[in-house]
């Protein structure tokens, strides 16, 4: 007994199948209603002239692409862990650190800075009314 195997859904169909028994999908060939064989490109039946073709199964295993996406996914990682240890080592190394400190200072300053705007514009517009109200008088 013969199975096929269908690279769209990974499941086998016994005997000589032109369909796959879980998917309906059709192996390699595109079928017509009348089941003439066409190659995948076709758009109409070469034999009837039908549009009404079947939909062939992934020229590659679904398993593979399962395959290429672990493998994408394991190089993502391995890139995500490179780049990471890349940056421990260069927050370890003492240039970086008094870098990243007068970096920190600065931004404090900066938060500092941020904190007291409000402040700042509440007096520059207390100091307009002001002068304005001066000038009036
Ligand atoms: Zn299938
Ligand atoms: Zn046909």
């Not at 993502?76 to 970096?103: E, H, W």
Request: charged letters at 20%; hydrophobic letters at 40%; aromatic letters at 12%.
């Amino acid at each position: 007994m013969s199975l096929a195997y269908c690279y769209n859904c990974g499941k086998f169909t016994a005997g000589d199948p032109l369909f796959c028994g879980t998917c309906g999908r059709s192996y390699d060939v595109k079928l017509c209603p009348r089941l003439h064989r066409n190659p995948r490109g076709a758009e109409v039946c070469s034999q009837c002239g039908s549009r009404d073709l079947s939909t062939p199964q992934p020229k590659i295993p679904m398993s593979w692409r399962l395959l290429a996406l672990v493998v994408k996914l394991g190089v993502g990682l391995l890139l995500f862990y490179a780049s990471l240890s890349l940056l421990i080592a260069l927050v370890r190394t003492p240039a970086f650190q008094q870098l990243l400190v007068i970096f920190g200072f600065l931004l404090c300053g900066l938060w500092y800075l941020y904190s007291k705007l409000p402040d700042w514009l509440q007096n520059f517009l207390r100091s307009l009314w002001k002068r304005k109200e001066n000038k009036d008088e």
